[in-house]
């Protein structure tokens, strides 16, 4: 009988939500008003899209589709589409008043990425073209009212009730979804480990407070395993009764599986502990985080235009990251933010992060903006402009490649292919050089292995030693690039359909998967150019000359990366061509390793 059963086994959950139920749909009328009446709408509101697609019952690629870098997902049918600034940006290259589109939405503008700001400052000038054209840009609080200002320009009026602010283009409206109140706590006296405070912090919470998951903001990659070394030691010693930790990494270099840990449920009798880099501060949502400890840091990229070097360094957060850090305690009950600095420090911190544009190598915006026609860079109207020794700098290495002429002009071919290549303009001449060194199959590889950023390797837990002895296995003594490509061609032959081979040459799967589509991609684009694309050293030299092969990809990479050169010193230290500037391999090199191996041997 009916009455009988037991009620979990004869419902199931529905597997769509009712868009009524969305926290946005009592703002639905409002925000058609706006987007209806008005140019230009600025969003105000919590982080995190609902499944567009699953909501709409519509497969992805068909009514709702994406675009990345290297990845298309959208059909003639697709109506939503959701994809990069930069993917956008290279759209523009095409279609320049992007007229496909009739509203477009910049999601996440307050991080004011390079890209970002330079699409506001496109669809600003679009905007004069295509009045029709309904442009909404969501942001946390407290940069709202800057972007509606810079639409606005001159109709702007600092003196304006909030209510008529912008004028005729647009308005802010606040769509913040119910905040719980955050307790903030800071230290008395600064800390000189704060990684090693964080790990006590964790356990202080564990024994003392109420259940909650907790979340960690910590530098980067290193930090993150270090930290999560030391709990698991720790938590040996905890009451066997006691409920158990469960610690997660996340950090951008993750396989996606890895990723999608943070976002299961917590198992019961179990408190998660997420240690993330600022990655977890906007860009992702993870439910039931009632802690948050923030170690007041994040690595942030700085381009020094005098010695042309990019750096990531970690240096203190600003007010409004903190601001955001705390307020993800508060997303399901009232929270707790353990602030590692005292006061004081946080009294001095800046009021925001310094943008992207400021700090940043802009040679590949610059080639960007002349390929969409805006010649004269100074003019373009930027959100922030950027300081003019770095516009310079950009210059001097266009020119230097033979992207741009003596009147700053993109050379034709050259200049307007490199600016439609995915790749930074120092790879683009790599490429486009490669036919004439006879060695375009070879560098297509490479290209396509340092798109991946470094996602390549994977480490298992405490198998530090066979990973590095797996990775000797493909070491050329030539350096990275051409381990890459060993690396390459040895997924292509025997690992493409085989995920267990990878995992036993600690090979990241997922990511060599994405190599080869990505080859295949940057491969479409020179064919488009009718540039001849299988010709490889090894086809011309047959199989019993290899003699030259690395030789010839080494001058190749030489056509692009010339202003990286360096010279080997008897310490294993390198000293930059130009500069004399001191540098040393990174840890993940395999420079690095047979540096550390050969000094160990000479000793």
Not at 28 to 47: D, M, N, R
Not at 375 to 384: K, P
Request: hydrophobic share 40%.
């Amino acid at each position: 009988m009916a009455s009988e059963m037991d009620v979990s086994t004869t419902f199931i959950p529905a597997l769509y939500k009712p868009a009524a139920l969305l926290p946005i749909a009592r703002h639905k009328k409002t925000l058609l008003y706006l987007v209806e009446t008005y140019p230009v709408t600025i969003v105000v509101g919590q982080t995190g899209s609902a499944r567009v697609a699953e909501e709409m019952r519509s497969k992805v690629g068909d009514t709702v589709g994406y675009s990345i870098r290297f990845e298309d997902a959208t059909s003639a049918a697709t109506r939503i589409k959701f994809l990069t600034d930069g993917m956008l940006l290279r759209e523009a290259l095409v279609d320049p008043l992007l007229s496909r589109y009739s509203v477009i939405m910049v999601d996440e503008a307050h991080e004011r990425s390079l890209s970002t700001d330079v699409l506001l400052g496109l669809l600003k000038k679009i905007r004069k073209k295509r009045p029709e054209l309904r442009i909404i840009v969501s942001s946390a609080t407290l940069q709202a009212e800057d972007f509606l200002e810079f639409f606005a320009d001159e109709e702007f009026n600092p003196d304006a009730e909030p209510s008529e602010l912008g004028g005729s283009v647009g308005r802010i409206i606040s769509l913040e979804g119910r905040m719980y109140p955050v307790d903030t706590l800071f230290l008395e006296s600064p800390t000189e480990d704060y990684v090693e405070r964080a790990v006590k912090t964790v356990f202080d919470i564990h024994t003392q407070e109420a259940e909650g998951d907790v979340l960690l903001f910590l530098t980067g990659r290193e930090e993150i395993d270090r930290a999560i070394q030391m709990i698991s030691e720790r938590a040996a010693d905890l009451n066997p009764k006691a409920p158990s930790l469960l610690t997660l990494p996340l950090y951008a270099g993750l396989t996606t599986d890895q990723q999608m840990y943070v976002f299961e449920q917590t198992p019961e009798n179990t408190r998660k502990v997420i240690v993330s880099t600022n990655i977890a501060e906007a860009s992702v949502t993870i439910d039931g985080i009632v802690y948050v400890i923030d170690c007041g840091y994040a690595k942030l990229r700085a381009f020094n235009p005098s010695t042309g070097i990019e750096t990531l360094t970690a240096v203190p957060i600003s007010k409004a990251s903190a601001t955001q850090r705390a307020g993800r305690a508060g997303r399901t009950k009232p929270g707790k933010c353990f602030r590692l600095y005292t006061q004081e420090n946080y009294e001095q911190l800046p009021e925001a992060t310094v943008p992207e544009i400021q700090r940043s190598n802009l040679a590949p915006i610059v080639m960007q903006l002349k390929a969409l026609g805006i010649d004269n860079i100074v003019r373009f109207d930027f959100l922030t402009p950027p300081p003019a020794q770095l516009v310079i700098r950009a210059f001097e290495m266009l020119f230097s490649l033979g992207a741009v002429d003596d009147y700053a002009k993109l050379t034709k071919p050259l200049g307007m292919r490199m600016a439609e290549l995915a790749v930074d303009p120092m790879m683009a001449k790599v490429l486009l050089a490669a036919p004439k060194f006879k060695c375009l199959s070879e560098i297509l590889s490479i290209a396509a292995m340092v798109s991946l950023q470094g996602t390549v390797w994977v480490q298992h837990d405490g198998q530090k030693k066979a990973a590095e002895s797996q990775r000797r296995k493909f070491a050329a003594e030539e350096g990275d690039h051409l381990t890459y490509l060993n690396v390459y061609q040895a997924f292509v032959t025997k690992g493409k359909k085989d995920s267990k081979w990878c995992r036993d040459n600690f090979l990241n799967f997922r990511a060599l998967q994405r190599a080869v589509s990505i080859r295949g991609q940057l491969k479409r684009y020179l064919e488009r150019f009718g540039i001849q694309t299988d010709e490889s050293l090894s086809t011309r030299h047959g199989s019993a000359d290899l003699s030259s092969q690395p030789e010839q990809i080494q001058r190749c990479l030489t056509t692009g990366y010339f202003a990286h050169a360096t010279k080997m010193q008897p310490d294993g230290s390198f000293k930059t061509v130009s500069g004399g500037l001191t540098l040393y391999a990174h840890p993940s090199s395999l420079m690095f390793v047979s540096l550390a191996n050969d000094l160990t041997q000479h000793e």
